[in-house]
């Protein structure tokens, strides 16, 4: 909002100095103050809700689960999961290495701040990366852990969508609480 106002400020007031138009309309005009919204975090009891120990819970299916599982369990950032390959997860050591992050668009870069890292996995988050993989008919080091039949990254609308209709599935209601899919590495 503030960076539109601020496009139609600069067009009136050039217009002014152009003597075009005999008064500013927008000089008392000032900037929109947002009110900071608290990230809402999860309670135990809707954890296990979203994130059940047989089944998929409120999530379509294993591909959904186990993405959302891991955000919740390490703390990674969407992109940071989006551009997870194969050869980042070692299964013996029972860590995966956050070497590459989605920027938005087709880049995959550094992830924030190039933070490069290993983080580790509980024997029960190495179970459903298997179970995973069992299914995955992609499974060359190269190819994402989360992608499309065809073998392209998942995005931002499918992780979105994703994770709205699952809170909605589990009636957890995220928009007073201000949950988001972000909201797992605030809880963690």
């Not at 689960?65 to 050869?87: H, S």
């Not at 980042?88 to 992830?111: M, N, S, T």
Request: hydrophobic fraction near 35%; glycine fraction near 8%.
């Amino acid at each position: 909002m503030n960076k539109a106002q601020g496009i139609v400020k600069v067009i009136f007031r050039e217009a002014l100095d152009r003597e075009e138009i005999n008064r500013d309309p927008t000089a008392g005009v000032g900037r929109v103050k947002y009110r900071r919204v608290e990230r809402g975090i999860f309670t135990v009891e809707e954890l296990r809700t979203l994130l059940p120990e047989q089944g998929y819970g409120p999530w379509k299916d294993i591909q959904d689960y186990t993405c959302f599982y891991l955000a919740a369990v390490t703390g990674l950032r969407r992109g940071e999961i989006l551009a997870l390959r194969w050869r980042h997860i070692d299964f013996e050591r029972q860590a995966l290495a956050v070497c590459e992050a989605w920027k938005g668009g087709g880049e995959i870069g550094p992830p924030k701040w190039d933070h490069l890292r290993m983080v580790p996995l509980s024997s029960r988050t190495i179970d459903k990366l298997r179970q995973l993989q069992l299914e995955s008919i992609r499974l060359a080091p190269e190819d994402f852990v989360f992608a499309y039949d065809d073998g392209s990254r998942l995005g931002e609308t499918w992780w979105r969508k994703r994770f709205c209709k699952a809170l909605d599935r589990a009636e957890i209601d995220r928009q007073s609480r201000c949950l988001t899919a972000h909201s797992f590495r605030h809880t963690i």
